[in-house]
């Protein structure tokens, strides 16, 4: 067992109570805590439309149906995030571009590289908010405007995060979501998407049961009681259980968010004059999630980096890397194109323990943990 993982849910007695009363209500597949929890997510994030989902990944896939991506259709995306933001396009036999990151301080899309890879097969940009860090959102709105592109956001890391006081995930098109059980809101598997767009969110409804015109709890209810089948769907619903445990989880969010402030100053306090670290959106202004606290080895190599992560296991601290790069793993082989950026950056990342429940002391004493691994380095170098 770790000391200090890299991530702890913060669950108390609301939690449970709010399952408990759940059970005790005898719905607990997609009905009212669901409608409950999308108009309190679309509330907080200043959007029209919410739709719970059964995970992020269901609603990328959502998006990109409700889209109407076709085979051969051409999406620009990182390589830097979690494989499923390019495995959907795969899904849907269209091609993933791969752009590279904007440098190894800003670790989000290089609108640059989006420009440079556009072309007339070009029909979307899927953006990731990396640990909750907006995006160039400005360029790459211009972009999609420009060249009349889709724009999907992945705001898995970022939810009530903001770009001038803008929330993340309503500059898209659509907008989504994990509450996955390592997310800022935890819930075991569960997903959210959003849009402004009412007929995007009509079809998004469709695809997530079936491409059924009713819901179960609407027959339930006496509302309805038959159905059509409009357009081919999937099972991409969350249930009651799940979501009454989001409402929870997201009314607590913002308190969690703010102590996640607070240990990011420390970090970066007892960080900033480290020569050999580079802290990652050091100059962010915008409120964020602080989903991760990554940071960047400067001049290293993937041997020293993974050397590092080694002996801060050693002394029971967890560290993640975030992430290996998309475009390198096997099945992206016919895709691959050089990005050295963000193949510095997989090579040489690492991050750090970032959870509300982390002490300040803790944070002391992970750095120095970490300084001195560094500092031995150098002298052997020496
Ligand atoms: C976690 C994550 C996902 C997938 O979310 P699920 O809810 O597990 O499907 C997608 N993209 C990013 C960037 C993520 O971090």
Redesign the pocket.
Known sequence: MYKYPLFEINYGEEEKKSIIKTLDSKWISTGPKCEEFENLFSKKNNVKFSLTTS??????HMSLIALDIKQGDEILVPSL??S??VNIIKYMGAKPIFCDIISESNLNIDPLEIERKITKKSKAIIV?HYAGFPCEMEKILEITRRHKLYLIE?A??APLSEFKGKKLGSFGDIG?F???SN?NIAIG???MLVTNNSEIYEKAKLIRSHGMTTLSYARYKGHATEYDIKMLGYNYRMDDIRASLGIIQLKKLKKDIFKRERLRETYIELLKNNSKVIIPFIDNKNFVSN?IFPIVLKNSTKLLRDKVRMKLNDDRIQTSIHYPPVHKFSIYKEDYVDLPITDYVSDNQITLPMHSKLKTSDIDFIVSKLSNLLKDEKQKKD
Do not use: P, R, V
């Not at 995970?55 to 990328?60: E, G, H, P, R």
């Open positions: 995970s992020c990944t269901s609603s990328l995030t979690f499923a933001t990731m992945d898995a890391h989504t994990s509450f996955f997310k598997e569960g997903g989903y």
